[in-house]
């Protein structure tokens, strides 16, 4: 088994006194790609931006909660206890990066690409343009653009695959370990898609990266990640390999995520999508948050809320599993 | 034969971009498009993004006058009509935008934002009946039910999917004849998709419309039944026209098949096996190699591609593909 990186423990978010995140707690190891799937709202950007330490002002994060950070294989180093001057100085974007979603608002509209580069290498302190350009311009050849032309464009000049790719490139500056994509490749059409894919497999290899991939889109997971974990209201509802998560799908929820995938050609089993909507944190009902769209809810369901246990071949939180462990 | 009700003849549309000062170089977004929708019916228009669908889209709802070719509605030039019938097709054409997020007036509750349009529209004189009752019954149909629980609320409490409901009923309480819909599940979650394409579905059954339904998902298209008509755009061409169940199962065009070659599968095996099947991106419109648009990027291209533009011809009944190969 490959070493950790990153280990998330007990993590929990409030905004005001609204709890986004319940005991989130993952591992994730050097050189593989851990993908957090769920739908909008789910708390999957928070536990990014939560790692990143770029919370909003109002979040708190509980007492309990620890993310170590393994760098260089030498003890841990608990990200949320480090200093911000620390935290800035030698993990945020030098060890630990993202490509933030939304590609084709993510940019300074009125700035030139160049631009955001120099202000990326301003905020980490390097002054020098001449090494900042030459650098621009390696990683933008990498995420294979014509960086000269690219570098002089503004924003609205590139398409929203070039913006993506700008966007990695810029996530890439400082020569990082670990890369968290937020939807990558939402709001880009399939084709699209595809290209940014192979692209982040491609870079993954050439700078011995590591991934956290955050999405909604469940086809993707199956193209790129190694582990999965299933997030639902802001807990981690099942966690396994990503062929046992396609394979053999035990939590209602991952189930009925899979299912909400159209197959080409099978006009007699169109998915029927999840019905309801997604959980709103500010009236989560009682028991298991996930109960009122399950259709195999018990009354158990409606009562307690599931906790997340192991079951050896992965962590499941459904109260039809807990028993079978039971009895 | 049933009567069509938008008929788009050899629709050319030119956009201009500037070139250095004072120079603006031209370039056809649209090259030449015919297309034509039955009463009750639906079409598919499929591409990537810069194919020039939306841009399609939007000369038939006249938001866009076209360099060259006609619309018709219901036999009729849209640019040749008196007041009182362009008012008549003005009220009867109707767009589902793509980003719920960013189409709706947020400070207008639900409910004021329906009936802003029913008051502007006088829909109580028209069908003599309570304008509230106008407003709710679209509500509820459009899946915003009950209608007390979503009225009076402003769009940031609804999520994604109920924006895109609301968008929905702002189209549809007119009962116009054409709807556009454009790209109305790309920001929405997986899990969701399902429901509101099914939800355009139903409203197209049950007030006759017809639908041009804007997308790049294919997929989704097979909610709409296997004999659903599509047409694939590439770089403002068609280059294969068919039903659902031909372009899926049996895709002829080059383009087509690399566009279903994209689509995520959920299976971690197939990840080994999937190539792109195309070189590079989609070119600048600006760019558009002469004779077929694809010869730069085919891997059938022959000399003959290089040359000459193919053309949109009928390989089998309802069955057009605009591609050398096949000629």
């Known amino acids: 088994m490959r070493e950790p990186l990153l280990k998330v423990r007990n993590l929990d978010v ?21 993908a957090l799937v769920g739908e909008s709202g789910c708390g999957k950007t928070t536990t990014a931006n939560a790692i990143l330490r770029i919370l909003p002002e109002i979040a708190r994060i509980g ?6 950070y393994y760098k260089d294989g030498r ?11 620390e935290f800035s100085r030698d993990i945020r974007w030098k060890e630990i990066s993202m490509v933030f979603q939304g590609a084709l608002n993510a940019l300074n509209p009125t700035i030139k690409i160049k631009a955001h580069f120099l202000e990326t290498a301003k905020a980490h302190g390097i002054r020098d343009k001449k090494e900042v ?3 621009a311009y390696e990683l933008l050849s990498a995420v294979k653009l014509e960086a000269d032309r690219v570098l002089e464009s503004y924003p609205i000049e590139l398409s929203g695959g070039m913006k993506q790719r700008v966007l990695i490139a810029l996530a890439l500056f400082l020569n990082p ?35 956290m991939l955050i999405t909604h889109d469940i086809a993707l997971v199956a193209d790129i990640a190694d582990r999965v974990g299933i997030m639902y209201a802001g807990r981690i509802v099942e966690e396994s390999s990503v062929e046992k998560i396609f394979y053999d799908p035990k939590h209602p929820y991952t189930i009925a995520l899979l299912r909400s995938v159209p197959q080409i050609g099978d006009f007699k089993r169109l998915p029927e999508g999840i019905p309801g909507e997604p959980a709103d944190f500010r009236k989560l009902p009682p028991g298991c948050p996930f109960h009122p769209r399950c259709p195999e809810a018990t009354e158990i369901c409606r009562q307690k809320v599931p906790p997340l246990i192991d079951l050896g071949d992965r962590k499941i939180a459904c109260h039809l599993y807990a028993k079978e462990k039971v009895s | 034969m049933s009567e069509n009700v ?26 030449g498009v015919s297309l034509a929708i039955r009463k009750g019916s639906i079409v598919g228009l499929v591409g990537e993004s810069g194919s020039g669908k939306t841009t399609f889209g939007k000369v038939t709802l006249d938001l866009l006058r076209p360099h060259k070719g006609d619309v018709l509605f219901r036999g009729k030039s849209i640019y040749n009509m008196t007041s009182q019938e362009y008012r008549e097709y003005r009220i009867n054409a109707q767009y589902i935008p793509q980003d719920p997020y960013a189409s709706i007036n947020m400070f207008r509750k639900v409910g004021e934002a329906l009936l802003d349009i029913a008051r502007y529209h006088k829909l109580d004189q028209r069908y003599g009946v309570d304008i509230m009752d106008i407003v709710r019954d679209i509500m509820i149909r459009v899946g915003l039910s009950p209608p007390e629980k979503y009225i009076n609320k402003y769009p940031f409490q609804l999520s994604g999917g109920e924006r895109q409901r ?45 639908l041009l339904y804007i997308t ?3 997929t989704l298209l097979q909610y709409f039944g296997p004999e659903t008509e599509v047409a694939v755009m590439y770089l403002g061409k068609i280059v294969e026209k068919g039903t659902v169940k031909d372009i899926l199962l049996d895709p002829i065009h080059p383009y087509t098949k690399a566009l279903l070659a994209a689509i995520p599968v959920p299976d971690p095996k197939e990840r080994y096996t999937r190539k792109v099947l195309l070189k590079g991106s989609i070119p600048s419109p600006l760019n558009r190699p002469s004779g077929c648009v694809l010869s730069d990027r085919c891997p059938f291209a022959e000399a003959i591609c290089k040359k000459e533009p193919p053309q949109l011809k009928v390989v089998s009944p309802g069955r057009e593909v605009a591609c050398h190969l096949f000629s």
Do not use: C, W
């Open chain 2, 166 to 210: 609301l968008s929905i009923a702002r189209a549809l309480i007119l009962r116009p004849a054409y709807v556009v819909a454009d790209e109305p599940t790309t920001m929405l979650d997986a899990s969701l998709k399902a429901n509101i394409v099914k939800t355009i579905r139903d409203m197209v059954k049950e007030f006759g419309l017809s």
């Open chain 2, 216 to 218: 790049h998902e294919i």
């Open chain 1, 63 to 68: 007492n309990e909660s620890s993310i170590l």
């Open chain 1, 133 to 135: 350009y030459k650098r």
């Open chain 1, 177 to 211: 370990k670990f890369v968290i994509l937020d939807e990558p490749t939402t709001a880009l059409d399939v084709l699209t898609q595809r290209e940014i894919l192979f692209l982040l497999k491609e870079l993954k290899e050439k700078f011995d990266l590591t991934y």
């Open chain 1, 75 to 85: 003890d841990p180093v608990d990200l949320l206890k480090l200093p911000e001057d």
């Open chain 1, 14 to 34: 409030y905004y005001y006194n609204i709890r986004v995140l319940h005991r989130v707690g993952f591992e994730i190891r050097r050189g593989e790609v851990y």
């Open chain 2, 6 to 31: 938008i008929e788009a003849r050899d629709i050319v549309v030119r956009f201009y971009v500037s070139a250095g000062l004072f120079r603006r170089k031209p370039f056809n977004a649209v090259d």
